[in-house]
């Protein structure tokens, strides 16, 4: 049997996907910079909520940063929204971006999130 050497995740059945993504920052300075920065990014964070990009939002245990539960229509436009997190550009935090493919959820789920 030969690997898949696609970028792409296989779909199996008939489950539509739902592209969300993962968000995690990482301080790349100390927990106090991002004090001394934080209604910039809490700002930043509930417009983002406002528009509906951000679902979810909240600092990391252990705190070296946060997790944000997103969604864009590609990688690209969810690029473009993380570098326009005042953090980013003042050089307090970097972001990991996760693309998720997500297939299996419950069904109040769609009417949270629609397609």
């Given amino acids: 049997m030969s ?3 696609s970028s792409q995740p296989r ?7 739902k592209t969300l993504f ?3 920052h ?4 100390s927990p106090q910079a991002f004090e001394d920065a934080y209604k910039g990014h809490r700002a930043y964070i509930e417009r983002n909520m406002a528009e509906g990009t951000f679902l979810l939002a909240g600092p990391a245990v252990p705190w070296d940063g946060g997790i944000i539960l997103a969604r864009a229509v590609d990688r690209a436009e969810m690029e473009a929204v993380v570098a326009t997190d005042p953090l980013v550009d003042a050089g307090i935090t970097k972001y990991d971006v996760t693309e998720w493919k997500t297939t299996i959820r419950r069904q109040e789920f769609d009417a949270i999130i629609p397609a």
């Fill in 3 to 5: 690997e898949s050497t």
């Fill in 11 to 17: 779909i199996f059945g008939s489950d539509v996907p």
């Fill in 22 to 24: 993962v968000l995690r």
């Fill in 26 to 29: 990482h301080f790349q300075k």
